[in-house]
């Protein structure tokens, strides 16, 4: 069984915000769980009062016979019950008019809930964007082929296909089963949350004023993404096993090749080796104003090893400041660098890691710091030849 720490539903002052008609509409498909658990709910709002204390004990508590649905209905109406969330959830409800109850004294817990009766894919979509707004590191996985297939959506029946055989490795390493796949699109490419199960957890709790645990088992999102553009797959995950298993299964459902995607190395921090501050050029690149070295790192193997940090505002300017070059010795692991785009008030932070790792402070400024990273050589087997086929990209959902 999948289940979370619930944040708002453990209090019973934010239950009480919920309108009772509508939260016991919500709870009603459940009548029989909650009178097992000594909860008796009323027939209507006009019957009697729904006993929130306990609720939220029951809330706070689940055990191996909370329902799955009663969970996965709990879980995205909490994430989702926040000002951020209901902005989102109220924009969506718009566009896609949906009539919720009127007047201005809804709570965000209240609005989420109001979604999920209404359309629950709604309330579960936008939580997988709320998810996939929080990513900011990726591994970066380039498809090895001169010309790229094209791309097109995958069916409901190739997801579906998907999950089982990802399901098939989280059971065998004892995460269980019911992984859940969301799709969407944004500017970069088509994202792909993916719910799983993680290793059990036991938690010490209070069950009725008696000290008890609770043996349950989190929900862990991943992210993949594919970019069309580039003919390349990024991946956010815990694990090394976990990036291997998605790096292979996607490449097989989406295209029919498991290794279409190898693994290579992508970055290379040598250009600042090589030209210096010319590395950071950016005569031919729109969009961005100057790029300033940071930090970098540098590794130096033997017994023992040494990491070697070298940080300032601006690290070509401080060797230069003291009549010293770019160190020759060490291989460089690591760069930071400020970032001062056309659009923005104040710089941001780009780090790159040789191989596949990328990090930025805003998603959308992976277009614009890639194309220099390109131009100046921090991307390896860069300028691919392109397909002649058209690729289709998943439409807004």
Same mark, same amino acid.
């Given at each position: /069984?999948?289940? =979370?720490?619930?944040?708002? !539903?453990?209090? *019973? ?5 919920? %309108?009772p008609?509508?939260? $016991? ?20 709002a006009t019957?009697g009062?729904?006993?929130?204390e ?5 809330f706070?508590?689940?055990?191996g016979?909370t ?11 909490d994430?989702?019950?926040t000002p951020?969330g ?26 989420a ?9 709604i ?6 964007q709320?998810?996939?707004?929080k990513?900011?590191s990726?591994?970066?996985?380039? /498809?090895?082929? =001169?010309?790229?297939?094209? !791309?097109?959506? *995958?069916?409901?029946k190739?997801?579906k %296909?998907?999950?089982?055989? $990802?399901?098939?490795w ?13 799709m ?7 994202w792909f949350?993916?719910?799983h199960?993680d ?26 993404v594919?970019?069309?553009q ?5 991946i956010?995950?815990?694990?090394k ?7 292979t ?7 029919g090749?498991?290794?279409?995607f ?16 010319d ?8 969009g ?10 540098f ?7 040494e ?14 400041s003291r009549?010293?070059s ?6 460089i692991?690591r760069?930071?660098f400020?970032?001062k785009?056309?659009d923005?008030?104040t710089?941001?932070a780009?780090v ?14 992976s ?10 050589g ?7 030849e ?5 690729e ?6």
């Amino acid at each position: /069984m999948a289940t =979370f720490t619930l944040r708002r !539903f453990s209090c *019973p002052e934010t239950l009480k915000a919920i %309108a009772p008609v509508r939260f $016991l509409a919500f709870l009603k498909p459940h009548r029989r769980f909650f009178l097992s658990r000594g909860v008796t709910l009323p027939q209507s709002a006009t019957d009697g009062e729904l006993d929130y204390e306990e609720l939220a004990r029951v809330f706070i508590t689940p055990d191996g016979e909370t329902p799955k649905e009663l969970i996965d209905a709990l879980y995205f109406v909490d994430e989702m019950a926040t000002p951020e969330g209901m902005d989102a959830l109220l924009a969506e409800a718009k566009q896609q008019k949906l009539k919720l109850a009127a007047g201005s004294d809804h709570s965000p817990a209240d609005i989420a809930i109001q979604i999920w009766l209404l359309n629950s894919d709604i309330l579960e979509r936008k939580h997988a964007q709320h998810c996939m707004a929080k990513v900011r590191s990726f591994e970066y996985y380039q /498809m090895d082929r =001169f010309r790229r297939p094209a !791309f097109t959506r *995958p069916s409901d029946k190739q997801l579906k %296909a998907l999950a089982s055989d $990802l399901d098939d490795w989280f059971e065998e390493k004892k995460r269980g089963r019911g992984t859940r796949i969301v799709m969407g699109e944004k500017d970069d490419g088509v994202w792909f949350l993916v719910r799983h199960g993680d290793p059990y957890k036991r938690e010490e709790s209070i069950d009725g004023g008696m000290t008890s645990s609770v043996y349950y088992r989190p929900v862990k999102p991943d992210v993949v993404v594919y970019s069309p553009q580039v003919g390349e797959l990024r991946i956010n995950a815990r694990s090394k096993g976990e990036k291997e298993l998605y790096r292979t299964k996607f490449g097989e459902h989406l295209f029919g090749d498991k290794n279409i995607f190898p693994g290579t190395e992508k970055y290379t921090l040598d250009p600042l080796r090589a030209l210096g501050e010319d590395s950071l050029a950016l005569g031919d690149i729109d969009g961005i104003e100057w790029i300033k070295l940071r930090e970098v790192q540098f590794f130096f193997g033997g017994n023992p090893w040494e990491i070697v940090t070298r940080k300032s505002e601006d690290v070509f300017a401080m060797f230069k400041s003291r009549n010293k070059s770019f160190p020759e010795g060490g291989r460089i692991i690591r760069a930071t660098f400020q970032v001062k785009f056309s659009d923005a008030k104040t710089p941001r932070a780009v780090v790159i890691k040789p191989s596949n790792i990328a990090q930025f402070t805003r998603d959308d400024d992976s277009v614009l710091v890639e194309r220099w990273l390109e131009a100046r050589g921090f991307i390896i087997n860069a300028g691919v030849e392109e397909s002649d086929e058209p690729e289709t990209l998943l439409a807004s959902s």
